[in-house]
């Protein structure tokens, strides 16, 4: 399988949306935010997974890290199903994202650091 693009990403997710649709919540702004919770929740076992396994079976255990991926994929998803449940679109997100890796290209993340000293 080839890589697959931002817009392949949302198409596949809202594929599976409309599938099942009868038993999830809508994709509408109101449902935005669990969404967003449920991508929390999977990064937190994401998170259980490096803090119970370590870095090494990530990078080096095939059983482990297939486990480790197909949580990042579910925080992957829940992102996706918010950013639906607004309209965002792959255009939209690609043009958000450019603008803000710009921004961070000029940025000095020594003076961003010293603004949270005490």
């Known amino acids: 399988m080839s890589e697959l693009s ?3 990403l949302m198409k596949m997710q809202r594929e599976l949306y409309e599938k099942h649709q009868d038993s999830w919540a809508p994709h509408t702004p109101e449902f935005g935010k669990d969404s967003l919770l449920w991508m929390v929740d999977e990064l937190g076992e994401v998170i259980a997974i490096i803090k119970k396994k370590g870095h090494d079976a990530i990078m080096e ?14 925080v992957l998803m829940y992102y996706l199903d918010m950013l639906d449940c607004y309209g ?3 255009e939209e997100l690609t043009k958000a994202f450019d603008k803000k890796w710009r921004r961070n290209m000029d940025r000095s993340w020594i003076e961003n650091d010293a603004m949270y000293e005490d």
């Open 6 to 8: 931002i817009s392949e």
């Open 61 to 74: 255990d095939e059983h482990v890290r297939a486990h480790y991926l197909e949580e990042c994929s579910d």
């Open 88 to 90: 965002i679109g792959a």
